[in-house]
């Protein structure tokens, strides 16, 4: 079946025909095309079109698709049984593995979302302060627990209001532009010892990439501590993506909890929530904070996981990040060539080429973008064979599987590119 029929066939089945409302390129007007097959930078349609991928599953397959090491792991875990729902080797190797990459997380728990990582984790702040406010940012994503679709981004911002979110539930999401630190210091000075923690992509990426500026998460760092407040960098997308040791490498700002999710699967669901041992010791059965999962620590994930990360502490992270720039540069200035200005944000291999002649700094800002040229733009990549998130506020992500070859046919793409 081609990507339509099949698309039709979908829409019958699943609101919009997808799993993930993104995934139905609505916001560039256009339909999905459906995969059948991902190696290395490459993804594979089931008409047997060929696409550099700029996606990877959203963040998660940093080493590209089937890296041999992690593919091997994974095989052999599940020749080992697929799920035991009982302590098993690989999720003590993986939270070894991620306390020595990111010193912070003393203690964590796997769980099988990024959104079931910043929820607990939520509430393991509550829990741990006896306290239920918190502070999130405007254009920040955390999943879809109820508490954090206020002002949420990525497609979550696109739906109208919270249906569904009963609005007591919310009463206590404050929230505040991301790099506004004046914003959040007005919050605590309001109502300080009713605060549990902040929140914060240490580098967002869910309204575009937008970086922190500086003195952002140091003035959050302190602020946290002045009030007793827990701080959660959510590093769901910058976890082992902006450094070995995520965002809080990079910035040298330490959080007290850190959420974790898909780089550490390796392409397989997994989330994870860590931090001080003094806080995480407040779960269930040590404390009396409750989460439990079914398919938590799974021995397959575990397996992906951990060959994952061991792989990344062989890859150059700092020729990656200049490869990437300099891919982004020349994309800018292909682009502007043809008239249109373009603001590029860039972290490690993450980026966003927005098409605006200002600067991104929060959401207001990542709003008043040309979503129109983005879809004009995004449909020709596509037809080029280039595979870029179907919507203007979306980060793109290079990999160690892309070649020089991909990002020259990238720009070869991008030339051609009428407007
Ligand atoms: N936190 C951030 C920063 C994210 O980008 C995402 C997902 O994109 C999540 C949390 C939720 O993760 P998941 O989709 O695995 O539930």
């Known amino acids: 079946m081609d990507s339509k029929s099949l698309f039709a066939k979908a829409r019958t089945l699943m609101p919009g025909g997808v799993n993930s409302p993104l995934r139905a390129c609505k916001y560039v007007n256009a ?209 082992f993506r902006l450094a070995p040791g995520g965002a809080q490498e990079r910035y040298g700002i330490t959080p007290d909890l850190t959420t974790l999710g898909k780089i550490i699967g390796g392409g397989f669901p997994v989330g994870c929530y860590g931090g001080k041992r003094e806080i995480m010791e407040h779960m269930a059965p040590v404390g009396g904070v409750f989460q439990a999962g079914t398919l938590s620590g799974n021995p397959v994930a575990m397996a992906a996981g951990l060959a994952t990360l061991k792989r990344l502490q062989e890859c150059d992270y700092a020729t990656l990040e200049a490869r990437t720039r300099a891919l982004t540069g020349e994309l800018a200035s292909i682009l502007e060539g043809k008239g249109k200005p373009v603001y590029v944000a860039q972290a490690g291999s993450a980026f966003t080429l927005y098409f605006s002649d200002k600067p991104v700094t929060n959401m207001i800002e990542s709003g008043r973008c040309d979503q129109a040229t983005f879809a004009v733009y995004w449909k020709q990549m596509m037809a080029k064979g280039v595979y870029l998130a179907p919507a203007g506020f979306e980060c793109a992500f290079t990999s160690f599987a892309h070649s020089d070859e991909d990002f020259e046919k990238t720009l070869d793409a991008a030339r051609a590119v009428a407007f």
């Open 31 to 239: 339909e999905p095309v459906f995969i059948e097959n991902a190696k290395g930078a490459h993804l594979f349609d089931v008409e047997g079109r060929e696409y550099i991928d700029y996606v990877f599953s959203w963040g998660p397959m940093l080493l590209g698709h089937q890296d041999p090491a992690v593919n091997a792991a994974a095989h052999a875990a599940v020749d080992h049984g697929s799920s035991y729902g009982a302590p098993c080797l690989g999720e003590v190797l993986l939270a070894e593995e991620i306390q020595k990459l990111i010193p912070s997380m003393e203690m964590m728990r796997m769980v099988s979302s990024g959104t079931e990582a910043t929820m607990s984790a939520l509430r393991l702040a509550r829990g741990y302060t006896g306290r239920n406010k918190f502070v999130k940012f405007i254009g920040n994503y955390h999943g879809h627990a109820d508490a954090f679709l206020a002002a949420a981004g990525s497609a979550a911002g696109t739906v109208p209001g919270t249906p569904g979110v009963p609005e007591e539930v919310i009463s206590h999401t404050l929230l505040a532009q991301y790099n506004d630190l004046d914003a959040v210091k007005k919050h605590f000075e309001e109502s300080g010892d009713e605060i549990a923690c902040v929140i914060v992509e240490p580098c967002a990426g869910n309204m575009g990439l937008v970086l922190p500026e500086e003195g952002f998460l140091q003035g959050l760092r302190d602020l946290c501590t002045k009030y007793g407040a827990v701080l959660i960098f959510d590093e769901v997308i910058t976890g």
